[in-house]
């Protein structure tokens, strides 16, 4: 969440970075996923890709629009792309292995239609939306992050994050908008000479007696039971500022606390 500015303006460096920042690039990558076969476009129902997935005993079964061809893939894109299509008539997957040990191997989603404008795209130019699986390593990627810090239930998840930058680091896509006319040049300058970035897991902090999940503490905030995110009832650092807890305290709590995995 973005504080009003009282002066010392906003607590990071450098803009604020937004998925939707990269919407063209996600795209071209999906784009060169499809060329060189390493994706297609599925018309399953949601029902028939559940019963098509398998389950954690049982390996899955190939959708019958897996051998369609890359020509066939990139008109239905098209057509995804351009409007065309209604809402989960078509999906954009990965071609992996539907045997996989790992359900998140099992030809995962990566793009889908939603008839929705993007809260932070002007006007409606996008009628299909990335996966958080597929934009998370790619945004990491032209942000120039070295090590993409996850809480543990990501874990079965890094497969599919390296999997999607081991199939696009060839093609140059992300180097190239990494590396030129990005918005986060500046930042991404620091690694240039970098390789893929690395998803690394830990467990979540959980204190007793606290409420932590956002959208319940965004529920408190909406609903007026608190006077704002800086309450000083709230687990928030604006709320601890209120509360009277210096910054020395904070760091030293979580030094304190350590990492666990």
């Not at 398998?54 to 409007?83: D, V, Y």
């Not at 995962?108 to 990335?130: F, K, M, S, T």
């Not at 874990?155 to 696009?168: F, G, I, Q, S």
């Not at 529920?219 to 500022?241: E, K, Y």
Request: net charge negative; hydrophobic share 35%; with cysteine.
């Amino acid at each position: 969440l973005l504080p009003p500015n009282q002066g010392g303006g906003a607590p990071w460096d450098g803009n604020v970075r937004k998925t939707s920042d990269y919407f063209p690039l996600i795209h071209a990558c999906a784009i060169q996923l499809l060329k060189d076969g390493h994706a297609y476009i599925d018309s399953l129902t949601p029902e028939e890709m559940r019963t098509y997935r398998g389950t954690l005993t049982e390996p899955g079964i190939e959708s019958p629009h897996r051998t369609r061809t890359i020509a066939e893939n990139l008109e239905l894109f098209t057509q995804m792309t351009n409007g065309e299509c209604e809402a989960g008539q078509h999906i954009l997957r990965a071609k992996i292995d539907m045997a996989s040990p790992n359900l998140n191997l099992r030809d995962p989603a990566l793009y889908r239609i939603q008839h929705v404008p993007h809260p932070n795209v002007e006007g409606d130019q996008w009628c299909v939306y990335p996966l958080y699986d597929f934009s998370h390593p790619i945004s990491d990627a032209v942000e120039g992050i070295t090590h993409s810090l996850c809480s543990l239930e990501f874990m079965d998840h890094r497969p599919l994050y390296e999997w999607v930058l081991e199939k696009l680091w060839d093609s140059r896509w992300i180097q190239t908008a990494r590396d030129q006319s990005n918005p986060y040049t500046t930042v991404s300058d620091l690694y240039v000479d970098q390789g893929q970035p690395q998803q690394i897991e830990f467990s979540r902090l959980n204190l007793q007696y606290t409420v932590l999940s956002k959208r319940k503490l965004i529920h408190l905030v909406q609903t007026n039971a608190v006077s704002g995110w800086d309450d000083p009832r709230m687990p928030t650092i604006s709320g601890m500022r209120r509360r009277g807890y210096p910054p020395s305290a904070i760091r030293l709590f979580c030094e304190r606390m350590g990492i666990s995995k």
